[in-house]
Nanobody, 122 residues
């Protein structure tokens, strides 16, 4: 089992920044690819980014490219999502997930956090 706890969400104005964190406990964090997903009200959960266990392989959804950066600190069992130039369309609950094999599909991930709310005002 892997337990994931996200933090760092909040209310920010358009153009602002937030850094989300996700701390893992349980099985060896460094063995897992780590992903970020988001879900806006009335919409399906959407892939945002994934980072390979070695820290080299990375994928982003097109809307996040150039604005968001995913990173990890295996010594701290933590994955981050730095979000810059935020837009109202980025408003959602953000979830981190473990597993997935670099997949963009939520069904590929075995472990999920409880989510953290990000609200971007215009």
């Amino acid at each position: 089992q892997v337990q994931l706890v996200e933090s760092g969400g909040g209310l920010v104005q358009a153009g602002g920044s937030l850094r989300l964190s996700c701390v893992a406990s349980g099985r060896t964090f460094s063995n897992y690819n780590m992903g970020w997903f988001r879900q806006a009200p009335g919409k399906e959960r959407e892939f945002v980014a994934v980072l390979g266990w070695g820290g080299r392989l990375i994928k982003y959804v097109d809307s996040a490219k150039g604005r968001f950066t995913i990173s990890r600190d295996n010594a701290r069992n933590t994955v981050y999502l730095q979000m810059n130039s935020l837009k109202p369309d980025d408003t959602a609950v953000y979830y981190c997930a473990a597993g997935g094999g670099m997949s963009e599909y939520s069904s590929s991930y075995a472990y999920w956090g409880q989510g953290t709310q990000v609200t971007v005002s215009s």
